[in-house]
């Protein structure tokens, strides 16, 4: 069973950047398509992209399209979310999400999921 840790989340000024990572831990990513999300206090959590295995194709949610990139190192087990111009409004908790078999926007149907990593970023 693959478990997933998220790094790379902290403070950082509005208009910067950061990158994200999601290492597998006890397993691979191996046939896995990876998913962010990011989730505010009390609101459900949100799609921000996907990256498949195969073919590492990306699709992203409308509102971080310009803006994330989502990219993998298979050797190392790692995807990462480079996120650009941050903005005030992108002060939440990102997690990353695994599954086998399902790539797409509904966390109901992600399988593996790591704890989280808070971004949060001042004006």
């Known amino acids: 069973q693959v478990q997933l840790v998220e790094s790379g989340g902290g403070l950082v000024q509005a208009g910067g950047s950061l990158r994200l990572s999601c290492a597998a831990s006890?397993?691979?990513?191996?046939?896995?398509?990876v998913a962010w999300f990011r989730q505010a206090p009390g609101k459900e959590r949100q799609f921000v992209g996907v990256i498949t295995w195969r073919a590492g194709s990306t699709y992203y949610a409308d509102s971080v399209k310009g803006r994330c990139t989502i990219s993998r190192d298979n050797a190392k087990n790692t995807v990462y979310l480079q996120m650009n111009s941050l903005k005030p409004e992108d002060t939440v908790v990102y997690y990353c999400?695994?599954?086998?078999?399902?790539?797409?926007?509904?966390?109901?149907?992600?399988?593996?999921w790591g704890r989280g990593t808070k971004v949060a970023v001042s004006s």
């Open positions: 999400a695994a599954d086998p078999s399902y790539i797409g926007l509904s966390a109901r149907i992600y399988d593996y």
């Open positions: 006890g397993g691979t990513f191996s046939g896995y398509s």
